[in-house]
């Protein structure tokens, strides 16, 4: 899950001036599950190019690992609300 770098500053704020809380913060991520192929697949869609994205897998463990969720939060955790196509409307388009 990707999160915003406005929502990550937020966050720590608010972590920090809360104080400490069992010595754990609440996990932050995006609003969506997106893969980096996606994300270039957006980007490019953006621009008007109709270039072709090939996903290339993780190899080993690391592949097995992220294919099963492990880079997604465990428990509870804040979502974010601005998704990557939010991001993209922000930013000029580049070539």
Known sequence: ???????????????VTAGPVDGYATELAGPEVLWLADMARLVLRRRGERRQVLSVPWPA????ELRAGGSLPL?????????????????????
Not at 61 to 64: A, S
Not at 75 to 95: M, N, Q
Request: no cysteine; aromatic share 8%.
């Open 75 to 95: 428990g509870e955790f804040r979502e974010g609300k601005r998704t990557f196509a939010d991001y993209l409307d922000t930013i000029e388009p580049s070539r």
């Open 1 to 15: 899950m990707r999160v915003a770098v406005a929502e990550v500053a937020d966050a720590l704020v608010e972590a």
């Open 61 to 64: 463990r690391v592949g097995r």
